[in-house]
């Protein structure tokens, strides 16, 4: 059986390396890659295009499965918010393309696993709002403690959910770094995983869809996450 195809949705940011300093570069951490192609996937990025943004299908036709990746936040006026102080270095194609192979993605039941910005994205697409800056409301900064470090906190999983399956349990500790969240859940959507320190919605997903799950964790960078197989072993069906 042939590897799914898997687009991975990328951030452009500048970076440094060899003869390009401060370029925009198209990149995600290698472990979403290693992630997927230990799982038996092949990888691919998907930086923004905005023929695809117009014309998603023609860019989804050609994969088995589509991941939301994290990075910047998300501009709030594509959920119709205005913009909270602490929100910083939005990508306006970024998040048309991504909103457009979310919502096309969505409507043909492909496999999506949302990763911590790509689980607000997929809260967006499916009609939601988000927390911009979860310190105001929660009083503390233990989802995001250290920039450049990753926070370890506790979650609960709905007994019985998409999470849960694909996590293999209904409780772990996970690795995230985030300092948004999601505000009012999607029509499309429900929350089924939350940190159990503070209830911040950590895992929402699609009921009604084959698997379509988003997880404000990184499940990528932690070998041990069995988030990721599952999701992969969903696209090879």
């Known amino acids: 059986m042939a590897r799914p195809l898997i687009g991975v949705c990328a951030a452009v940011e500048p970076a440094s390396f060899g003869v390009w300093v401060d370029e925009p ?5 290698l472990s979403y890659s290693r992630s997927i192609q230990a799982a038996g996937g092949i990888a691919v990025l998907l930086p923004p295009d905005r023929l695809a943004a117009e014309n998603p299908d023609e860019l989804l036709d050609r ?8 990075g910047a ?3 709030p006026a594509s959920y119709g918010g205005g913009a909270h102080p602490e929100v910083r270095s939005t990508n306006l194609d970024r998040d048309e393309f991504e909103l457009a192979l979310a919502s096309a993605a969505l409507e043909r039941d492909m496999p999506v696993l949302g990763v911590c910005r ?4 997929l809260n967006v697409a499916g009609g939601g709002t988000l927390d911009q800056h979860l310190p105001e409301r929660l009083g503390h900064e ?15 999983l709905s007994p019985g959910s998409l999470a849960a ?8 500790t996970i690795k995230s770094h985030h300092h948004q969240g999601v505000g009012e859940v999607g029509e499309s ?5 939350w940190a159990s320190d503070d209830d ?10 084959g698997f379509v799950l988003g997880v404000l964790w990184h499940p990528e960078e932690d070998p041990e996450d069995s988030v990721v197989p599952a999701f992969v072993k969903n696209a090879s069906r």
């Open 73 to 75: 936040d998300i501009d």
């Open 200 to 209: 911040t919605i950590e895992a929402i997903e699609n009921p009604e869809a």
């Open 63 to 70: 994969l088995d499965a589509l991941v939301l990746g994290g």
């Open 189 to 193: 959507f429900e929350a089924t995983g």
């Open 118 to 121: 790509g689980m607000q994205l």
């Open 25 to 29: 570069a198209t990149l995600l951490p």
């Open 142 to 156: 233990r989802h995001r403690p250290v920039p450049g470090q990753w926070a370890e906190h506790d979650v609960r």
């Open 165 to 172: 399956k694909a996590a293999g349990t209904d409780r772990l």
